[in-house]
Nanobody
Framework: EVQLVESGGGLVQAGGSLRLSCAAS????????IGWFRQAPGKEREGVSC????????YYTDSVKGRFTISSDSAKNMVYLQLNALKPEDTAVYYC????????????????WGQGTQVTVSS
């Protein structure tokens, strides 16, 4: 059974940091791309970042470049998203997802999803 479990969300003040974790199981981790998406209330789901676990290729949406860093640990089947210099507009539920198509930027390219973790940034 494929499972993706996010953790690490919370409440933080603007300018603060959080590290989100995505624990993956039930599939060959090295063959997949893992992406992070977020969805704020009343807004569409947005692709934030993605990493190909085989070669470490990464993608970031423009609004998080220079502030967020994605990484993976194949030995642990884990993907991390370091969130720095957080802004109130980063407030959302953050989801990790797995895609078999390489570096995937759109949610329809992803096959499996976690349940999400809430990130709230206060001003």
């Amino acid at each position: 059974e494929v499972q993706l479990v996010e953790s690490g969300g919370g409440l933080v003040q603007a300018g603060g940091s959080l590290r989100l974790s995505c624990a993956a199981s039930g599939f060959a981790f090295e063959d997949w791309a893992i992406g992070w998406f977020r969805q704020a209330p009343g807004k569409e789901r947005e692709g934030v970042s993605c990493i190909t676990t085989s070669n470490g290729e990464t993608y970031y949406t423009d609004s998080v470049k220079g502030r967020f860093t994605i990484s993976s640990d194949s030995a642990k089947n884990m993907v991390y998203l370091q969130l720095n210099a957080l802004k109130p507009e980063d407030t959302a539920v953050y989801y990790c997802a797995a895609a078999l198509t390489g570096l995937a930027k759109k949610d329809y390219e992803y096959d499996y999803w976690g349940q999400g973790t809430q990130v709230t940034v206060s001003s």
